[in-house]
């Protein structure tokens, strides 16, 4: 116990010092049963590395319609309960001011994979937020690179495309029809083309094991990406996968994110909405074993329920003005601050 205790303490301070780690050392940092101290080091890189500000960006879901049938996802095509919704343009840019009126500098546009939304829509859009002055991040999954290309020559900055799993077979078991090496082609690309790239992973799939874990931060690390967003795997009841239990889930994730600031201790990480459906101080937790970041929920109270890519989403009455103070609150209550920038990677110790 006692030299367990004294491998732990050089493991961390190996990993403060170097941010490298071998698969074999990620693969102890994740099995702690008392992770406290491995916590302790994520929160004090994330000091020294990005410092105390959080940045917020605006997520708009605006569009629960998706071509593809991830098996984990509520909002798979074969899940034929649910009511479909989709924002018109007009909507999508209406919504985008009132964030910017919040004081939003980031505006994430979400959805499933709509097809609705040609190049020349979505393109349309992303020209109109732009001239609001804020970072705009696409999240609207797998797209041919000259897509991206125009995307990006239109304003996009960033783009969020989880990898979900580096374990390939069970990436494919789980999203039936899709290829992970499309996946890790689409990566590639948003990266040439001069995004800021977030990816990330989802925690606790059935099958999933430590090492598969381990292969994702390294997978993250050699990118390496910008951005990554841990979730919890929540198991949804109208998907194939409902007999799952999230037991351990928020626990694992928790040790996911803390290692992953470890390895890469400048890029930004975002405290996950599926962390504070899991536990209800999820998101306070998280900011404080290596987050940085958080995207409250800016979408119109009306839709935010037809979202449900897993259940127990929280704040699903709340408006989108209750959510930007209540994140505020939140964050300063741990003695943090809200960031005024836009929050590049980097910005922070560029001094902006
Ligand atoms: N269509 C886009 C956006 C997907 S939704 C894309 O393909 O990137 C955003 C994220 O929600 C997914 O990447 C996935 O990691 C997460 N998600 C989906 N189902 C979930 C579930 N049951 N529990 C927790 N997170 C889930």
């Known amino acids: 116990m006692v030299y367990s205790l004294y491998m732990e303490k050089k493991l961390l301070q190996k990993a403060e010092r170097t941010h490298h780690l071998t698969r074999e050392d990620i693969i102890s940092l994740l099995k702690l049963s008392e992770p406290s101290a491995l916590f302790q080091a994520a929160d004090k890189v994330r000091r020294e590395f990005v410092g105390d500000g959080v940045y917020l960006r605006a997520l708009i879901e605006f569009s629960n319609y998706c071509k593809n049938n991830c098996l984990y996802c509520g909002i798979r095509a074969g899940n034929a309960r649910v009511q479909r919704y989709r924002l018109t343009p007009t909507e999508i840019v209406e919504t985008a001011k009132k964030a910017v009126g919040y004081g939003y500098k980031t505006v994430v546009l979400q959805s499933g994979e709509d097809l609705w939304f040609d190049t020349d829509k979505l393109c349309d859009i992303i020209r109109q937020i732009k001239k609001l002055d804020v970072a705009i991040t696409l999240s609207i999954g797998e797209k041919t690179r000259e897509e991206y290309a125009a995307y990006h020559q239109a304003g996009a900055d960033r783009y969020l495309l989880r990898i979900e799993t580096t374990d390939k077979s069970l990436y494919e078991k789980l999203d039936p029809s899709m290829s992970w090496d499309n996946r890790v082609r689409c990566l590639h690309d948003l990266k040439e083309l001069g995004y800021e790239v977030g990816s990330g992973s989802l925690v606790g799939l059935p099958g999933q094991t430590l090492e598969s874990l381990a292969d994702d931060l390294l997978f993250f690390q050699k990118l390496p990406v910008d951005m990554a967003g841990i979730g919890p795997f929540i198991p949804h009841p109208q998907t194939p996968l409902s007999n799952e239990k999230p037991d351990g889930h928020f626990e694992l994730a928790l040790k996911m994110m803390a290692v992953m600031r470890l390895l890469l201790p400048d890029i930004n990480i975002p405290a996950t909405t599926a962390m504070e459906t899991l536990h209800p101080q999820g998101r306070l937790l998280a900011l404080q074993a290596g987050a940085n970041v958080v995207m409250p929920n800016t979408t119109d109270t009306e839709y935010r329920p037809l979202y449900a890519l ?29 960031s005024s920038g836009k929050g590049f990677h980097g910005d922070y110790k560029k001094g902006k």
């Open 310 to 338: 897993y259940p127990g989403k929280i704040c699903l009455g709340d408006s989108a003005e209750k959510c930007r103070g209540c994140v505020e609150r939140k964050i300063n209550s741990i003695g943090r601050h809200v």
